[in-house]
């Protein structure tokens, strides 16, 4: 079985402040990894995601992940935050061998950007 | 393109009412899912469907069924609504079938409240 944790339900960061949101996985053979984002009262987006290859993985609006699997973790970050990206993001994980039938998502992070 | 849409957007169902959720995607997809999202519980898989006519359970299947009515349209039945079912639904869908990951594109939301 896979699992997902996301051990920070809210960060507030400053405006233009770096910000990091942690998510760490379970699972007992190779898995994909994905951040979702979802605005305010809107339906999920994806924002990155890692299949193989590169353990750094670029996404939409200057967010990145790196992918450790010593540490099983896939953190997301951006080197600096701007009101905009106020929004809950999710970590979710899948198996090669379900392919994307099977995603299963962390708890959430609700990131707050302070003016 | 409307991408995946979800009606209706609210609702408020009495306990023992049934009801049904309609999507629809217009991105000639062949996968869609079904999942539900409760505050500090992420979203979890309630049912999903690979291809025209096949549905297979989620991780929360119980209480709901669904039917893939064709490859645009997947419907979620509540038979006889309980409070327990309070949520907000999403419907997404993605182009793969089986063993292949692809993203999933997610509708607007559902809020269901059941008294």
């Known amino acids: 079985a896979q699992s997902v944790t996301q051990l920070d339900s809210q960060v507030p960061v400053f405006e233009e402040a770096p910000v990091e949101l942690r998510c760490n996985y379970s699972?007992?053979?190779?898995?994909?990894l994905f951040w979702y984002v979802q605005y305010p009262n809107q339906g999920l987006q994806l924002l990155l995601k890692?299949?193989?290859?590169?353990?750094l993985v670029k996404g939409i609006n200057g967010f990145e992940a790196e992918f450790n699997k010593s540490q099983t973790s896939f953190h997301l970050r951006k080197p600096s935050v701007h009101i905009s990206d106020t929004a809950e993001y999710f970590c979710?994980?899948?198996?090669?061998?379900?392919?994307?039938?099977?995603?299963?998502f962390g708890t959430g992070t609700r990131l707050t950007i302070i003016p | 393109n409307a991408g995946v849409t979800q009606t209706p957007k609210f609702q408020v169902l009495k306990t023992g009412q049934s009801m049904t959720l309609q999507c629809a995607q217009d991105?000639?997809?062949?996968?869609m899912y079904w999942y539900r999202q409760d505050p500090g519980m992420g979203l979890r898989l309630i049912y999903y469907?690979?291809?025209?006519?096949?549905?297979d359970k989620g991780e929360v299947p119980n209480g709901y069924n669904v039917s893939r009515l064709n490859k645009r349209e997947f419907s979620l039945r509540l038979e006889s609504a309980a409070p327990s079912q309070t949520s907000v639904y999403f419907c997404?869908?993605?182009?793969?079938?089986?063993?292949?990951?692809?993203?999933?594109?997610f509708g607007p939301g559902t809020r269901l409240t059941v008294t």
């Open positions: 991105m000639n997809h062949n996968s």
């Open positions: 699972s007992s053979v190779s898995v994909y």
């Open positions: 997404a869908s993605s182009s793969g079938t089986g063993t292949g990951v692809y993203e999933q594109y």
């Open positions: 890692y299949l193989s290859g590169s353990t």
């Open positions: 469907s690979a291809s025209e006519g096949t549905t």
């Open positions: 979710a994980v899948s198996q090669p061998l379900f392919g994307n039938e099977k995603l299963t």
